[in-house]
């Protein structure tokens, strides 16, 4: 009797150090995973908040009428085909005393965002009093500027390592000494398109894209798959036919978001011939990729329901369909609202299928139809991580935190409707 009470004792020590060695095991799992969740969010954060603010440089514009409008004509076709980056070229001069060569000057002109020439047209065609006279003006830095500005550990490396030469390092420390240099929002971020320059380039554009083409994928998504999962859970039979349906819709949630991409390079733009890179195309993708999910979420709400509500609405004398449509899908409703939200989060951080299909052109205008070629947010994040310029590498990291935004915005509006409207049965 001792043998064996002493056999369970050894037993029963030998289970709590297994379930302790589980728990920590467990703890250091969730630790190890958060750490790296912090250092992600960390990187992309301290870079990505740089892009959201942009230097300017603070510039005494001579509006050179010689330059302007030599036969004073005032003509607006005349101002705007002026020379105005030699007006930013020579009112920069004027802030530095010594002599300028030719090489000097155009180093000088590369402070300035070259978009800063039809800003400067479009305002002497509105103000045309200032032809002749000067105006101080706060102009938007180039990419490299802003870089510096943003990165002063850059300033410490070799000439050859540094996005300027010495020289140019010397006048922005001058520009910087006098408080002609200012950092304000990068309203070009949240109101442009994309830009082969990094300073005038913004997210707008794509999110435009994103919502039009989410939009397809919810119309022709959404509908579609609650019907079937209503049909397949509530009202098909039982056979071999509905089993094959189910394992194979199963199935597709599992594929891999490309072969949907192939799919709608092959039947929609191949055979189809709808336009490549336009909203509606990525949006009739996406919604096939998103099916299957919709259809699973649809069918475990109907589960959740209890048969009893049915039985009830049957014993009063309802059809089967009646049943359905006006006692349970109601109820399954939020169930199904959580998982369509999942689903369409899913959908904005797709980029492979969008990719197939063209969507990874170089736009540069904001789409106003479904029609319009356009891109997709994580395409444009992927854009501008395959770019070469250095100033890009902020905005990567901003649309990095623009689209987790998004995501984490449609994944708590997920779990609001769950816990607001779901039952518990």
């Not at 797709?350 to 299909?357: D, G, H, R």
């Amino acid at each position: 009797m001792t043998n064996n009470l002493d056999r369970v004792e050894l037993s029963l020590v030998g289970r709590k150090r297994s379930e302790r060695l589980f728990k920590f095991y467990g703890f250091l799992g969730i630790l190890i995973a958060f750490l790296f969740l912090i250092t992600i969010l960390y990187s992309v954060i301290s870079q990505g908040q740089k892009a959201f603010f942009t230097t300017f440089i603070k510039v005494n514009i001579f509006f050179d009428s010689e330059i302007i409008d030599p036969q004073n004509q005032r003509n607006d076709e005349d101002i705007r085909y002026a020379n105005f980056n030699k007006i930013i070229t020579e009112s920069l001069k004027k802030k530095f005393p010594e002599n300028l060569n030719k090489n000097d000057s155009k180093e000088l002109s590369s402070f300035i965002s070259s978009s800063e020439a039809d800003y400067l047209s479009g305002f002497v065609v509105k103000n045309k009093d200032y032809i002749g006279k000067y105006k101080n003006m706060w102009l938007l830095a180039s990419s490299k500027i802003d870089v510096i500005v943003k990165n002063p550990e850059m300033e410490d490396l070799d000439e050859e390592d540094r996005l300027i030469s010495d020289k140019q390092l010397g006048w922005l420390n001058q520009i910087r000494l006098n408080k002609e240099l200012k950092k304000e929002l990068n309203k070009n971020f949240f109101t442009k398109a994309d830009s082969t320059e990094p300073e005038q380039a913004g997210i707008w554009g794509s999110l435009v894209g994103s919502f039009l083409t989410l939009l397809i994928t919810l119309v022709l998504s959404f509908p579609v798959a609650v019907a079937a999962g209503v049909f397949l859970e509530e009202l098909a039979p039982k056979n071999k036919f509905t089993e094959f349906l189910e394992v194979n819709i199963n199935n597709l949630a599992a594929v891999p978001s490309i072969i949907y991409g192939l799919l709608g390079l092959a039947i929609f733009l191949n055979i189809m011939h709808l336009p490549r890179s336009a909203p509606i195309v990525g949006g009739m993708v996406l919604a096939l990729m998103t099916l299957p999910t919709i259809i699973i979420a649809t069918r475990s709400s109907l589960k959740s329901v209890p048969p009893s509500i049915r039985e009830a609405a049957i014993g009063l004398g309802a059809t089967r369909f009646q049943s359905v449509v006006d006692h349970v899908l109601p109820l399954a409703i939020p169930g199904i609202m959580t998982g369509t939200i999942i689903g369409m989060s899913r959908a904005l951080g797709e980029s492979a299928p969008l990719l197939m299909i063209g969507m990874v052109a170089f736009i540069v205008d904001v789409p106003t139809t479904f029609l319009d070629s356009s891109t997709a947010l994580p395409v444009q994040i992927y854009l501008w991580k395959s770019t070469a310029a250095r100033g890009f590498v902020e905005l990567t990291a901003a649309g990095v935190i623009v689209l987790l935004v998004f995501l984490i915005l449609m994944n708590g509006l997920a779990v609001f409707i769950r816990q607001k409207f779901e039952k518990k049965w």
